[in-house]
């Protein structure tokens, strides 16, 4: 049983109270579309693929089957680069890294500029390739709903919920999708930022403490057999604010 004190204590994520946007900001924007650009492999490389893209997006579908990320061309920038997360529509669509501890990429984007924006990452305790039964990534509450910055809209829109579902995670294997069934507040040092378990009993507890402390009834089951991703973020209240997915597919 393992609790990631350095995730939840350092990662305070981002709880210098929403940082501010300015000259960083746009250093971090700059850098991420170039990322998203070097990531893109062949998903709209000529002006059929580019229209076909425009209208998907108009008419609010994704295909997370299709879209493909060029994690040759990410790890000649970064080797820390272990996967990206997408989600369908909201905008979250970053590479996802793994430090040496919770530390690293805290205040580093992914080509290794400091940048108060950060990088999403994952929890250094955590298996690089999500075959645990719960991993943890860790992003900063931007202000301009950059990075994690839109977690909180599941609180605070309503129905933001029905129209942001699902996201994806791609690794350099395989094609990882997830349904989102919580969200809600917790503390610096919650059990919810634990990290391996006894058994499958012990896990099965876990994640039923998930849905009973929801802040909405998704009508989303999960269990022992579900492979659990949070998404961790900081909170207004000094708190942290976390969303939880289960895996539904995995190609």
Same mark, same amino acid.
């Given at each position: ?46 002006? #059929? ?10 008419? !609010? ?70 075959? *645990? ?34 996201? /994806?995670?791609? /690794? ?14 917790? !503390? ?7 990290? !391996? ?20 009834? #998704?009508?989303?089951?999960? *269990? ?20 939880? !997915? ?6």
């Amino acid at each position: 049983m393992i609790y990631s004190l350095a995730g939840m204590l350092l990662l305070g994520i981002a709880c210098d109270q929403l940082i501010d946007i300015g000259v960083q900001y746009q250093q971090g924007k700059h850098v991420y579309a170039r990322f998203w650009n070097d990531a893109k492999e062949n998903n709209d490389k000529n002006e #059929t693929r580019q229209k076909a893209k425009k209208q998907a997006e108009n008419s !609010g579908e994704f295909d997370y089957r299709k879209f493909k990320i060029d994690f040759d061309n990410l790890k000649k920038v970064n080797e820390d680069i272990i996967g990206w997360i997408r989600f369908d529509k909201n905008g979250i669509n970053y590479p996802v890294l793994q430090g040496r501890d919770n530390e690293e990429y805290l205040r580093i984007l992914p080509d290794k500029t400091k940048n108060a924006s950060g990088s999403i990452f994952m929890d250094y305790l955590c298996s690089s390739d999500f075959s *645990d039964s719960h991993t943890i990534i860790y992003g900063h509450n931007m202000k301009n709903l950059s990075m994690f910055g839109r977690l909180k809209q599941y609180r605070t829109v309503e129905g933001y919920y029905e129209k942001n579902r699902y996201f /994806t995670i791609y /690794t350099p294997e395989q094609t990882c999708r997830y349904e989102i069934f919580a969200w809600y507040e917790a !503390g610096v040092e919650d059990s919810v930022y634990q990290i !391996g378990f006894t058994d499958e009993d012990a896990f099965g507890e876990f994640v039923a403490l998930m849905l009973e402390r929801r802040y909405q009834d #998704t009508d989303v089951t999960a *269990d022992e057999k579900d492979k659990i991703v949070t998404l961790s973020t900081c909170s207004a209240s000094g708190k942290r604010f976390v969303v939880h !997915g289960k895996m539904i597919d995995l190609e």
